[in-house]
């Protein structure tokens, strides 16, 4: 059974969305939080799979909440997605580089809405190829230059071109198709790099691939 944490201070957001989990046979709400600190106390106590987690909260948003449970080495299970009223919004980047594992707009599909908690607890990142890309390079555009990241020279030369197409978004099985090799192959890649660099989540590894240069916004075309 997934346990989800809602985190939201709209009571009319919080409720849709337990309505649509409560009703599928793997997923349960194992409790609701109207702002951010009382998520952060919610998730220490009840040690949710995964959090949805709004950006937008009193007391504490959600961007300060995710970096207190992403900081937390007994929290190390919980993945966080957050939530979001615009595709571009402004926190967004800086949200998967506080730990998120991914985000989602409000009005998704319920089916993607799933689909997202199921993937970030069996331990895949939440990006989707259409937005989240053009997010990215959005903000990547924006960022500083691009610096060494620590343990980019350990990676092997398969694991930097494994490591780039997990930067523009490709899942797994793409990035088997596109290098010729299995998507039991292709994952091992993706695990060993993230291991080597410290990366929580392959969302983090996104964040890395663009810090390091190793990918460039204009790659996304």
């Known amino acids: 059974m997934i346990r989800v944490l809602l985190a939201d201070d709209q009571l009319l957001v919080r409720a849709g969305f337990?309505?649509?989990?409560?009703?599928?046979?793997?997923?349960?709400?194992?409790?609701?939080?109207?702002?951010?600190?009382?998520?952060?106390?919610?998730?220490?106590?009840?040690?949710?799979?995964?959090?949805?987690?709004?950006?937008?909260?009193?007391?504490?948003?959600?961007?300060?909440?995710?970096?207190?449970?992403?900081?937390?080495?007994?929290?190390?299970?919980?993945?966080?997605?957050?939530?979001?009223?615009?595709?571009?919004?402004?926190?967004?980047?800086?949200?998967?580089?506080?730990?998120?594992?991914?985000?989602?707009?409000?009005?998704?599909?319920?089916?993607?809405?799933?689909?997202?908690?199921?993937?970030?607890?069996?331990?895949?990142?939440?990006?989707?190829?259409?937005?989240?890309?053009?997010?990215?390079?959005?903000?990547?555009?924006?960022?500083?230059?691009?610096?060494a990241a620590t343990g980019l020279s350990e990676l092997t030369e398969r694991e930097r071109e494994v490591m780039a197409l997990v930067g523009i978004g490709l899942s797994n099985e793409e990035i088997a198709r596109r290098l010729v090799v299995s998507p039991l192959t292709a994952k091992t890649h993706v695990s060993r790099t993230m291991v080597k660099l410290g990366a929580r989540d392959r969302a983090q590894l996104v964040v890395l691939a663009y810090e390091s240069g190793l990918v460039r916004p204009g790659w996304l075309g």
């Open 18 to 147: 337990r309505a649509l989990l409560d009703a599928q046979p793997d997923i349960e709400v194992a409790g609701e939080a109207a702002d951010g600190e009382e998520a952060v106390l919610l998730v220490r106590e009840l040690r949710p799979d995964t959090v949805l987690m709004d950006i937008r909260m009193p007391r504490l948003d959600g961007l300060a909440a995710t970096r207190a449970i992403t900081g937390d080495p007994a929290l190390n299970e919980v993945k966080v997605v957050m939530l979001t009223t615009f595709e571009l919004d402004e926190y967004v980047f800086e949200a998967i580089r506080s730990g998120a594992s991914g985000f989602l707009v409000k009005d998704t599909e319920p089916e993607e809405l799933l689909r997202a908690v199921r993937a970030v607890v069996a331990g895949d990142a939440l990006l989707s190829p259409g937005v989240t890309r053009r997010l990215i390079a959005e903000f990547a555009a924006r960022s500083k230059e691009p610096v």
